[in-house]
């Protein structure tokens, strides 16, 4: 399986979610925080180009932001 990294930050009920939903598909995933975690956000904000929370990293794969649990749901294939 790809590795995951999931960017979040503090009061994000889409976060809370995303997370759910992997930790419920017994999808191993690292988790960083944005607002506590200055290398975290400069990669998210100036290497990515995003700004919307969570965004969902994925080896091999186009990044994504929000809750899309489809696309969750579809990396434990």
Same mark, same amino acid.
């Given at each position: 399986?790809?590795? &995951?990294?999931v960017?979040?930050?503090? =009061?994000? $009920?889409?976060? *809370?979610?995303?997370?759910?939903v992997?930790?419920g /598909?017994?999808?191993e995933?690292?988790?960083? @925080? &944005?607002e /506590?975690?200055?290398?975290?956000? *400069?990669f998210? &904000? @100036?290497?990515? =180009?995003?700004?919307?929370? $969570?965004?969902v990293?994925? /080896? =091999?794969? /186009? $990044?994504?932001?929000g809750?899309?649990? *489809? ?5 434990k294939k």
């Amino acid at each position: 399986m790809s590795s &995951v990294t999931v960017y979040t930050k503090n =009061g994000c $009920p889409k976060c *809370d979610m995303t997370k759910n939903v992997l930790n419920g /598909e017994g999808i191993e995933f690292e988790t960083f @925080n &944005v607002e /506590e975690n200055e290398k975290a956000y *400069d990669f998210v &904000v @100036n290497t990515l =180009g995003l700004r919307e929370m $969570p965004v969902v990293v994925v /080896e =091999g794969q /186009e $990044p994504f932001t929000g809750f899309q649990p *489809d696309k969750l749901q579809a990396l434990k294939k």
